[in-house]
């Protein structure tokens, strides 16, 4: 899922995917509440608490597919264009 996407399904609009991003990057419990999974619209992973090595590892034990340092957007992914 992205930023943008997440922040149309959650509040309407995509304007707010840097809210999200924000929210996001509190969150006290991201293994519990897996923010990780929410990436930035280009494909690029965006931020996260602890790192982008550590996302892009989470991510990759998920079974999430990369080109170079980019996600694989495809089936599966929540992407609202």
């Known amino acids: 899922m992205t930023y943008a996407s997440f922040a149309e399904m959650a509040m309407g609009s ?14 006290p419990l991201p293994l519990l509440y897996p923010c990780h999974r929410v990436i930035a619209s280009d494909g690029t992973l965006g931020g996260f ?3 982008a090595k550590m996302k892009k590892a989470l991510l990759l ?6 080109l170079g340092d980019k996600v694989l957007l495809g089936e599966g992914t929540i992407f609202l264009p």
């Open 14 to 27: 995509r304007r707010y995917a840097r809210a999200v991003g924000g929210a996001l990057g509190r969150n």
């Open 49 to 51: 608490l602890y790192g």
């Open 61 to 66: 034990q998920e079974g999430v597919i990369f």
